[in-house]
């Protein structure tokens, strides 16, 4: 009922930059949030940004400065601007987002994409 599909990874040389990109579609009501996670090999998910229908940003403290989210939730985008990349930045990226659908508007679930990889080499 509800896809995220991303786009923008691939193989970067460290101090480069890459965007990713978001779209939800499907049967959706209205969206909280969305947001970028990551996760590396043999390491858990964590969050890498946020932003609220509000427009607030959130970020881990491993990337602020570096990376920017921006998007408008009313159009059901998100980006993820990365700049000055480093080694340990490589990851699986994934979006995420808590929306409710027209079917239960009242039941607030969290979605996820596909992912998309992000390499940086030195």
């Known amino acids: 009922q509800v896809q995220l599909v991303e786009s923008g990874g691939g193989l970067v040389q460290a101090g480069g930059s890459l965007r990713l990109s978001c779209a939800a579609s499907g049967s959706i009501f209205s969206i909280f949030t969305m947001g970028w996670y990551r996760q590396a090999p043999g390491k858990q998910r964590e969050v890498v940004a946020v932003i609220t229908s509000g427009g607030s940003t959130n970020y881990t403290d491993s990337v602020k400065g570096r990376f920017t989210i921006s998007g408008d939730i009313a159009k059901r985008t998100v980006y993820l601007q990365m700049n000055s990349l480093k080694l340990e930045d490589t990851a699986v990226y994934y979006c995420?987002?808590?929306?409710?659908?027209?079917?239960?508007?009242?039941?607030?679930?969290?979605?996820w994409g596909q992912g998309t990889q992000v390499t940086v080499s030195s």
């Open positions: 995420n987002s808590r929306i409710t659908t027209r079917q239960a508007i009242g039941v607030p679930l969290t979605y």
